[in-house]
């Protein structure tokens, strides 16, 4: 034989994720091609004396994993050892997380910043007790007097400082949030030390900018874990002007330059999709047309996202991101029905009335998509989905484009009139299992028990033809999908355990799919990535045990032993 397989594997469950969902137990690549899936008669002439045969022994094969939504830069500096980890199960308390600042102080230099991220009032006992205590800058002050704190909330729409980092911000009674944020202000008016979604742009100009250096550390560190994870793809949602006010390392020029160098350096073990984001969050329709022009220098659809010679494959600009509203927890989401206590939040875009925010979003999604772009919305409340949902329409409408795979980034709450309309124009949303799980109890106290069980309708979306993808938006959960396929099969809870809206239960290769070939579509991909069979690449995750056999409950559990990325190991558990 002329050419023989690189890498042959054997005896397993080769779950090819095909239009069948077939499942084989034999499958070869040559050079980054999957050249054979079938059975061990198939592959055994491929077999030469350079050939790595790995036995499964009943293991499963699957297509590499795609985390749809993944902020990969800020993922790599919210975890350790370059930010605090403020997550369940390091810390349990507001107790904790002082004696976690107070450490930190007795190790960091006077005058620098110290950061932290993933706290979450729904897993801190004194919130728990007391549902009207939230974290104060005197928690921090006690312990952090002179060096200024800054602790990112797991959501990355609130953010909660210290005493000094106030001072270094230029924040007190008298500062003015910026539209559609909030500088929370305690019962004499003056700051707590949290503030929400845009007010968070108030931290940028104190803390001092992210260097190259610190950028590629974070990026290195994002790809290690992911490749120890099985994910051999990622969309990097929102690297622009936007970014950076909104969650740290998301500067688009400055961070896709790091990517463009880890490419050329052979160290981007990982595909990597861009949003670009022209601005954040209370932006107008105006000043997106103006963002969105400068940075289509950048490139449109599909366009490498490096020079010329850059292989679109490994790292492209899909498209651009837009904030529509914010999120339940923070009463954000914009709601057709008001939240338990009143309100029904709004959307997040500049303008004085419900009306001019519906027309500048309408008129945002409409410029992007004239210009050709892929547009991502982050959208979580049902009014503001159906707002969305129709301007998707009307910007069909206006400019028929045959295929833009435009998608709802979140959609905690698609309604039926929302899933028409993306299905029928072929567009797709963005879910997130691994939220779903971590939010599932505290969201009752906010929505109510129905709506925090229907939140996340798996079921009803497959069921009205919209394409779902999933994605962890970490560093807000950590990017296990092996906890979000269960999550999608069992609705349960992280805190408690407890089934939240079973009716919005898929099955197991329906969840697969979402991390998998569906995920490749949002790419524009899934006629080369998604699933394992002949000529498409060779992207892998191979999973000890037997995956469509285990109890949901224990996959989370199942080990990662070996990642593929283009025919190249990356992470090998099975020779460590």
């Known amino acids: 034989m002329d050419t023989y397989a690189d890498l042959v594997f054997v005896g397993g469950r080769v779950v090819t994720v095909d239009a069948e969902f077939s499942v084989a137990s034999a499958l070869a690549v040559t050079g980054g091609t999957i050249t054979a899936v079938g059975g061990r008669d198939d592959v055994a002439p491929l077999v030469g004396p350079g050939t790595r045969v790995v036995d499964l022994r009943g293991a499963t094969l699957l297509p590499g994993i795609n985390d749809s939504h993944l902020h990969g830069c800020a993922f790599g500096t919210a975890t350790p050892p370059l930010s605090l980890d403020l997550a369940r199960p390091a810390v349990s308390s507001l107790a904790d997380i002082a004696e976690a600042v107070r450490e930190a102080v007795g190790r960091t230099p006077a005058g620098q910043w110290i950061t932290g991220h993933g706290w979450d009032t729904g897993y801190l006992d004194e919130c728990l007790s007391e549902p009207s205590r939230l974290p104060s800058r005197h928690d921090l002050d006690a312990v952090s007097p002179d060096h200024p704190v800054v602790l990112y909330a797991f959501s990355g729409h609130a ?20 539209p559609g944020g909030a500088v929370v202000t305690d019962g004499a008016g003056e700051p707590t030390g949290l503030l929400h979604e845009g007010a968070q742009a108030l931290v940028r100009n104190a803390l001092p900018p992210l260097g190259r250096q610190e950028r590629t550390d974070a990026i290195r560190s994002a790809l290690a874990a992911l490749a120890r994870l099985g994910v051999t793809s990622y969309t990097e949602p929102g690297l622009g002007p936007g970014g950076d006010g909104i969650m740290r390392g998301a500067l688009g020029t400055e961070t896709l330059d790091v990517y463009r160098r880890l490419l050329a350096d052979g160290e981007l073990t990982a595909r990597v999709g861009v949003l670009l984001l022209p601005t954040g969050m209370a932006s107008t329709a105006e000043e997106f047309a103006r963002s969105l022009d400068a940075l289509d220098a950048l490139g449109g659809p599909g366009a490498p996202a490096g020079p010329g010679g850059t292989d679109p494959r490994r790292l492209a600009i899909h498209g651009v991101k837009i904030f529509a509203d914010g999120i339940v927890p923070n009463r954000t989401a914009w709601m057709h029905e008001p939240y338990v206590g009143g309100g ?17 979003v309408g008129a945002m999604i409409r410029h992007a998509h004239a210009a050709g772009h892929q547009v991502g919305v982050h959208v979580t409340g049902d009014r503001a989905v159906d707002a969305v949902a129709d301007a998707f329409a009307a910007a069909a409408a206006e400019h028929p484009r045959p295929d833009a795979r435009h998608y709802v980034i979140h959609g905690d709450f698609l309604t039926a009139h929302s899933m028409k309309v993306l299905a029928a124009h072929g567009y ?29 309708p798996y079921r009803d979306a497959l069921d009205a033809g919209v394409r779902v993808a999933s994605g962890s938006d970490a560093p807000v959960t950590y990017p296990d999908w092996r906890q979000g396929v269960a999550t999608m099969v069992l609705r349960e809870s992280k805190a408690t355990g407890r089934v ?71 992470h090998d558990a099975l020779r460590d």
């Not at 879910?431 to 109510?448: C, L, Q, R, S």
């Open 500 to 570: 939240s809206g079973p009716e919005q239960r898929i099955g197991l290769a329906e969840a697969i799919r979402t991390y998998t070939i569906d995920a490749a579509r949002q790419d524009f991909a899934d006629d080369w990535k998604g699933s394992l069979e002949p000529g498409k690449v060779a992207d892998l995750c191979v999973l000890d045990g037997d995956l469509l056999a285990a109890d949901p409950h224990d996959i989370p559990g199942m080990p990662v032993v070996l990642t593929v990325v283009d025919g190249q190991v990356v």
């Open 159 to 178: 953010t909660w400082v210290n005493s000094k980092a106030l001072e270094l911000m230029g924040v007190d009674r008298h500062t003015v949030a910026p």
């Open 428 to 456: 797709g949303v963005n879910m997130n299992p691994t939220i779903k799980w971590t939010v599932a109890d505290m969201e009752e106290e906010f929505v109510g028990a129905g709506r925090a069980a229907y939140a996340w």
């Open 344 to 360: 029904c939040g709004s959307l997040c875009v500049g303008g004085e009335t419900d009306a001019e925010r519906v027309a500048a």
